[in-house]
Structures are given as structure tokens and as C-alpha cells.
């Protein structure tokens, strides 16, 4: 499932990163979380400076973002706390890269219920873009992780890419969302099944609508 090793801290990614800070957008939305806590507490802004960091990264790479050392040292010298709290953070939500990734993030759930329905097509399809767990594509489009349940069970198969959900995938579905992507289109996002619009039944937009049919026809009226 998702890697949880940190990139290599060498002399090059210093270079690159060593002098890396806010820039006064992120700094204004950093210093508005940190707000939110009381005086004391600021410490529990450490997942959101975090993801605003990532993101920042992402901006200035363009990938969906990632966490270089000397950028969680940074976020934790904003917080005046000790570098090894904010990486206990960072190593432990998978939503923090901490290893560079391509432009569209590609997390295919793999857990039972998406396995049931279909999910190894779904990494079938990936692989077949060159996409391969730990490693950026050579065009630079696209990163790939296989992870856990992502709460999206009653539409599966699914898979996230970036900060966006797609479900019910099948092989053809998931080739028409990566090629959309890829020609710089945003696909519809959630469910791609027609006439679906969330986690109801494929046939209707209530369970109750049935029984609810059947009863009118069976007492003649409300």
C-alpha cells in the first residue's frame, strides 16, 4: 500500500529546498489557521501548514505538491516546535508526499470492496500508462499509489486523483478520465456511472422509492 519513506536528504535537494518559505499567500492563509487556535495552541496548526506547504510546492513544480525535508523543517520552525513532532504528522497521514510526484496523483483503492468491482482493471489500466507505485512517469504527467479504503465503498471501483474523487470506474472509464487529464480537461468528477448522481441505487434516487410504489398500489391511496 502507500510508501511512507521520506526523500533523501542530499546536498541537491538542499539546494533546492534549503531557502524554501511561504510566499505571501500562503503566509496570509497559514498565519489565518494558526488563528483559529488559542493563544498556546498554535502546535495544532500543524496539518493544515502542512497541506498549504504541499500545495505551494505543487504551484511551484507543477505536480500536485510534495514535502522535502527543509520544507517540513521550515513548517516547523514556523510553529516553534521540534522538526520531529511536524514529521511524526507528515509520515503518518498519506495525504502529505513526501517523495516527488507527477502532476496528477493517481491513488487507485485497492481494498476489498473495490477489488470486488473491479479495481485490479482499474491498476491494469494504470500500468499500462507506464504508471508503476514509488516512480514519476517519464512524461512527468503522472504518480500512482495503491491505498486503503477511501469511503467511497457503495460507488466502487474508485480512485482519487489530486483533490478529486472518480467512482464507479470501469477499465473504459478510467482511460476517458486519465485521457481528459492528460489533455489538460477536467473530467467530471464522482460517479461516472449515467443517471447516478451519488451513493443512491444505479436505479434511483431513493431505496424507499419502490416500497413506496408498491404500497400506493397496494392501498390505492395515501
Excluded at 59 to 73: A, D, F, K, M, R
Excluded at 157 to 183: C, F, G, H, S, W
Aim: with cysteine.
Amino acid at each position: 500500500m502507500a510508501a511512507r519513506k521520506i526523500a533523501p536528504d542530499t546536498p541537491e535537494l538542499r539546494e533546492r529546498w534549503g531557502s524554501w518559505t511561504f510566499n505571501e499567500e500562503t503566509k496570509d492563509k497559514a498565519d489565518k489557521a494558526i488563528a483559529r487556535y488559542p493563544e498556546g495552541r498554535q502546535r495544532s496548526a500543524t496539518m493544515p501548514l502542512l497541506d498549504l506547504a504541499q500545495r505551494q510546492v505543487g504551484v511551484e513544480t507543477n505536480t500536485q505538491g510534495w514535502l522535502p525535508l527543509p520544507v517540513i523543517e521550515y513548517v516547523a520552525a514556523y510553529l516553534d516546535q521540534p522538526v520531529i513532532r511536524v514529521l511524526e504528522v507528515a509520515t503518518f497521514y498519506t495525504m502529505y508526499n513526501l517523495e516527488p510526484v507527477g502532476k496528477y496523483h493517481v491513488q487507485v483503492c485497492g481494498t476489498t470492496p473495490c477489488m470486488l468491482r473491479g479495481s485490479d482493471e482499474i491498476i491494469a489500466t494504470c500500468k499500462k500508462r507506464g504508471m508503476t507505485a514509488g516512480h514519476v512517469s517519464d512524461d512527468g504527467l503522472w504518480s500512482f499509489t495503491e491505498v486503503e479504503c477511501m469511503g467511497n465503498c457503495a460507488t466502487a471501483p474508485m480512485v482519487q486523483i489530486n483533490d478529486d474523487n472518480y467512482e464507479d470506474l470501469t477499465a473504459e472509464r478510467m482511460d476517458a478520465v486519465l485521457d481528459a487529464l492528460a489533455k489538460g480537461e477536467q473530467p467530471k468528477t464522482g460517479t461516472q456511472e449515467p443517471g447516478r448522481h451519488t451513493s443512491e441505487p444505479a436505479g434511483a434516487l431513493s431505496s424507499l422509492k419502490q416500497m413506496v410504489e408498491e404500497n400506493h398500489d397496494y392501498r390505492g391511496e395515501w
